[in-house]
Antibody, heavy 121, light 110 residues
Framework: EVQLLESGGGLVQPGGSLRLSCAASGFTFSSYAMSWVRQAPGKGLEWVSGISGSGGNTYYADSVKGRFTISGDNSKNTLYLQMNSLRAEDTALYYC??????????????WGQGTLVTVSS | QSALTQPASVSGSPGQSITISCTGTSSDLGAYNYVSWYQQHPGKAPKALIYDVSKRPSGVSNRFSGSKSGNTASLTISGLQAEDEADYYCSSYTSSSTLVFGGGTKLTVL
């Protein structure tokens, strides 16, 4: 059974940093692309970033490019999202998501339960 | 990258069929067959319903079907049930190697 367990969310001041983690199990972590998707309170889904199964390719939405960094540790089956220079508009529930494909984030098939990030002074 | 365009809401009575549209551009939905649909109940994580335009993951009811024509994809739900009341999102791979979602459609079962 595929399981994705996010952690690391919390309250942070504008301009601050936070690192999210996603512990994956139930599948071969290095064989699938992974993504982070966020959902602001009462709003729709927004894709944030993706990474290929090998970790050699990373992808970012324009809204976070240069501020967020996605990475993965295949030895720990864990996905990360380093978030710097946080803004109020980054406040959201952040989902970790597994893709059906290896290289590109094209079709999410499993979602975690999310971790809440609140950016406020 | 602009979000794909979905109607804000649709409604239908139990037993009826409804269709939700998802409109993109020639740089995303029109260029690739990597179109997916997701169902999200309040307070829950999204669930995958359709991938690659019209394929259903194992365990998803065959009441859900997908199609695409040009820059517009569609999700059809037949035999509407009360449990289908939820938010529905489409997504597409883009020429920028990113993923883009639609704004979401709230389905009300009357």
């Amino acid at each position: 059974e595929v399981q994705l367990l996010e952690s690391g969310g919390g309250l942070v001041q504008p301009g601050g940093s936070l690192r999210l983690s996603c512990a994956a199990s139930g599948f071969t972590f290095s064989s699938y692309a992974m993504s982070w998707v966020r959902q602001a309170p009462g709003k729709g889904l927004e894709w944030v970033s993706g990474i290929s199964g090998s970790g050699g390719n990373t992808y970012y939405a324009d809204s976070v490019k240069g501020r967020f960094t996605i990475s993965g540790d295949n030895s720990k089956n864990t996905l990360y999202l380093q978030m710097n220079s946080l803004r109020a508009e980054d406040t959201a529930l952040y989902y970790c998501a597994k893709d059906r494909y290896v290289v590109i984030p094209a079709a999410i098939d499993y979602w975690g339960q999310g971790t809440l990030v609140t950016v406020s002074s | 990258q602009s979000a794909l365009t979905q109607p804000a809401s649709v409604s239908g009575s139990p037993g009826q069929s409804i269709t939700i549209s998802c409109t993109g551009t020639s740089s995303d939905l029109g260029a690739y067959n990597y179109v997916s649909w997701y169902q999200q109940h309040p307070g829950k994580a999204p669930k995958a319903l359709i991938y690659d335009v019209s394929k259903r993951p194992s365990g998803v009811s065959n009441r859900f079907s997908g199609s695409k024509s040009g820059n517009t994809a569609s999700l059809t739900i037949s035999g509407l049930q009360a449990e289908d009341e939820a938010d529905y999102y489409c997504s597409s791979y883009t020429s920028s190697s990113t993923l883009v979602f639609g704004g979401g459609t709230k389905l009300t079962v009357l």
